[in-house]
């Protein structure tokens, strides 16, 4: 029942912005629109902007799910391209009212999920430190949420595809590239890890 709630909550949000700016929303309006009262808002969430990291947070991991190995993370990162898209209304709301900061790290979470995914895929066999796979990770991760941020920023006028496709060429065997060199000999132990 508490998923159920979250996501009509979340609707209701979402509806609400087609209207007005998240700055304008009322936590009255959300359960006036919901058909719940405020003290169920407030069991689930802080406040509105809680429950907008809530709902892109969700948004994300459903985009990504199952698409976290080599053959489908480009199918993941556009579909997280999409369910932005599709949210356009709620994440350029989102985007202005939320600091930037909040905006990266939801990114952050999403895309290190996905990248952690495809490395631990393409390592397995070899003697990689988890810190090499974190900073492998974080390489791409940055590199990725960039061209979202800008995306977002430019008002999403350019194709998910184009954008996706364009990323795919150009990283196109750069991780398994990175993995091998930072790949350890087992015979060395000393070696910082």
Request: hydrophobic residues 40%.
């Amino acid at each position: 029942m508490s998923q159920t709630t979250k996501r009509a909550l979340e609707t209701s949000l979402k509806k609400l912005l087609l209207k007005k700016p998240i700055n304008k929303i009322t936590i009255s309006d959300i359960t006036d629109d919901c058909g719940v009262n405020r003290m169920t808002f407030y069991y689930h969430f802080t406040d509105i902007y809680d429950l907008a990291r809530w709902a892109c947070m969700e948004d994300a991991e459903q985009a990504i799910a199952n698409n976290k190995t080599y053959d489908t993370w480009q199918q993941g990162f556009l579909n997280i391209f999409n369910a932005v898209l599709e949210n356009k209304p709620f994440i350029k709301n989102v985007y202005h009212a939320l600091d930037r900061e909040q905006i990266e790290n939801y990114l952050n979470t999403q895309t290190h999920e996905l990248l952690m995914g495809v490395i631990e895929e393409q390592a397995t066999g070899m003697f990689i430190s988890e810190k090499d796979k974190e900073f492998i990770a974080d390489f791409f991760k940055y590199a990725f949420n960039g061209i979202m941020l800008k995306w977002i920023a430019d008002d999403m006028k350019e194709d998910p595809k184009y954008i996706v496709d364009r990323v795919s060429t150009l990283i196109h065997g750069d991780i398994s590239y990175a993995l091998n060199a930072f790949r350890k000999d087992k015979s060395l132990s000393n070696d910082k890890k």
